[in-house]
């Protein structure tokens, strides 16, 4: 209520005389922010050189997650949602979330034995290098864990229906090579002492990050998997329960 028009806006979404009022941030190091406004507003975020040399990083929107670097100047101009409505209060959030851990390649959480389940976040998560080669987005937020097996097994690695995730292989995280592209759940074949990576992101680039739950299972090998190890049926009627 009683703001003034703010510059021609309609570059970043939004109508000409755009009557807002406006907040800055500098974070002190990289993160993922989410902002929020209430449904009767909208907001933009900008970086620049000042206020005479604004450029637009998000138009406008009720809630954006996004990432931030450290040392860089953020403004937020709040408006009405419509040109046509009146000016009124709001509520205007700005949220903070830590890096995970195993937010890098190089800093993947280990798998040690199977059967593995890990209570992981997407939250807070910054974009990985491109993976648009591996079924997925360019900024993927996600998160790593990594696995060596001993001997030739069959896994099946699976995350809950929020989450999706991809296989690599390679000479480190440097060198990745992408063995299976965005599931929910995949069963595939692991050969002894070869390093695969597991990439767990958001579903959709356009979902907020969130907790889940990533499962790792091993199965035997069966005795009879070799046709040199097969099982010799002695007489008949046979009947054999196996797997």
Request: proline share 3%.
């Amino acid at each position: 209520l009683g703001a003034l028009a703010d510059f021609d806006q309609n570059g970043c979404g939004a109508y000409a005389d755009a009557n807002g009022v406006w907040y800055d941030y500098t974070p002190t190091e990289n993160r993922m922010l989410t902002a929020s406004v209430d449904s009767n507003h909208r907001f933009r975020v900008y970086t620049g050189g000042g206020c005479d040399e604004l450029e637009c990083l998000k138009n406008l929107a009720a809630s954006n997650t996004f990432l931030v670097a450290s040392n860089v100047r953020y403004w937020f101009l709040v408006t009405r949602w419509s040109n046509f409505q009146q000016g009124s209060e709001f509520t205007f959030d700005v949220i903070a979330y830590d890096v995970p851990e195993n937010d890098a390649c190089v800093a993947a959480s280990s798998i040690m034995s199977l059967p593995y389940q890990a209570n992981g976040t997407t939250l807070g998560a910054l974009a990985d290098f491109d993976q648009n080669g591996c079924g997925a987005y360019a900024d993927a937020n996600g998160v790593w864990y990594d696995y060596t097996p001993t001997e030739n097994r069959m896994l099946t690695a699976s995350v809950d229906s929020n989450h999706r995730f991809r296989v690599y292989t390679g000479g480190g995280c440097d060198e990745l090579e992408c063995l299976k592209n965005l599931a929910a759940s995949n069963t595939f074949l692991v050969a002894s002492n070869v390093r695969y990576w597991f990439l767990v992101t958001r579903w959709s680039n356009f979902q907020q990050g969130s907790e889940f739950t990533f499962d790792v299972i091993a199965y035997d090998v069966p005795e009879n998997d070799a046709c040199v190890d097969t099982l010799p049926i002695e007489s008949l009627p046979y009947q054999a329960n196996g797997t």
